[in-house]
């Protein structure tokens, strides 16, 4: 007769064992904030991806990675497009009809970029827009110093900056910088100017008035008016002052030029201050000309883009004969 410790392995026999590697396979853990369906739908409102397009698209300000948010196809065309790293892509279930515009983009081998769904009413809920088109990007917006704005172009056009200096309307922002990339500016930077801010040029409304081009022209941030005045003319780099008022203080003797008086195609930075109060005086007083479009009598003034879509359409048409 068997032994017992023999008997029994035939009625129970030991489990098969596969090799494995030396950790333990666990499933994943699931989040309940992160919560997503089994077809990858993100379902949850307390999902961090929403939490950060929401704050970058709807709340207006650079998530806590420094992102910023773009919607629509066009916009989000336009930031694949540029050279800011993208964080992420986000498409309703409605928005997926969207994606095969964008696929030569998202689907490059050398950058892999997150692509994530939700639902239409969570969508509808971390939009800036009132009627949203499903597809949305968090963007980092490239940053630039004084050298890198005040270089050539790569055709070697000499720079043309164009600096806000207290333009506060978002669409007033993005506007000039659309407008004058449009003509030729090689950078621009967005300065505060007395005791006005500059609305900033990545805020959701600035990035629809622009198009998407603060995202592709090199655009400095982050430094005083004084200190970028002073860094202009170092380097040789001409400030002209856009001006409303037909003459200045009598102690003033810099010249008051038309458009068309303006050397273009030397190194030029063109000053557009407050949509209300222009520039200060004393900025005015400092710039090398100051520079006022003629006008009929009756007019006032133009709008801050407006009159900028005029100084760069004239600086186009200079610089074109060089070309």
């Not at 023999?6 to 494995?20: D, G, K, N, S, V």
């Not at 998530?63 to 050279?83: H, I, K, N």
């Not at 805020?203 to 995202?215: H, Q, V």
């Not at 102690?251 to 303006?262: G, K, R, S």
Request: proline share 9%; with cysteine.
């Amino acid at each position: 007769m068997l032994p017992l410790r023999e008997i029994l392995p035939l009625f129970f026999p030991a489990p098969i064992c596969y090799a494995q590697s030396d950790q333990t396979i666990m499933p994943p853990r699931t989040n309940a904030r992160d919560a997503t369906t089994q077809t990858g739908v993100i379902t949850s409102r307390d999902n961090r991806w929403l939490k950060e397009f929401r704050i970058a698209l709807r709340g207006g300000l650079p998530s806590e990675s420094g992102a910023v948010g773009v919607e629509g196809p066009r916009l989000v065309e336009e930031a694949l497009r540029s050279a800011s790293p993208i964080r992420a892509v986000l498409f309703s279930e409605s928005g997926e009809r969207h994606r095969a515009r964008l696929t030569q983009y998202l689907n490059r081998p050398e950058v892999a970029i997150p692509t994530l769904q939700t639902t239409d009413r969570l969508f509808e809920s971390i939009a800036d827009t009132e009627h949203p088109q499903g597809v949305a990007a968090l963007v980092t917006p490239r940053t630039f110093t004084f050298d890198d704005i005040s270089r050539p172009s790569p055709s070697n056009a000499a720079p043309l900056i164009v600096v806000l200096a207290g333009v506060q309307d978002p669409g007033n922002v993005g506007t000039i910088i659309r407008t004058a990339a449009a003509f030729g500016a090689t950078a621009a930077a967005a300065v505060p100017s007395g005791q006005s801010g500059t609305a900033n040029p990545f805020a959701p409304k600035s990035l629809r008035a622009s198009a998407g081009a603060a995202l592709h022209l090199p655009l400095l941030t982050g430094v005083s008016l004084p200190i970028l005045l002073a860094q202009l003319r170092a380097t040789g780099i001409q400030f002209l002052a856009s001006s409303s008022r037909e003459s200045g203080p009598p102690e003033n003797d810099q010249p008051l030029l038309t458009p068309w008086q303006v050397d273009w195609c030397r190194p030029v930075a063109l000053l557009i201050g407050n949509e209300g109060a222009g520039l200060p005086e004393e900025i005015e007083r400092s710039a090398d000309a100051r520079i006022r479009i003629p006008m009929s009598s009756s007019v006032e003034s133009l709008n801050a883009a407006a009159a900028a879509a005029v100084l760069f359409y004239e600086a186009a048409r200079q610089r074109s004969s060089l070309s």
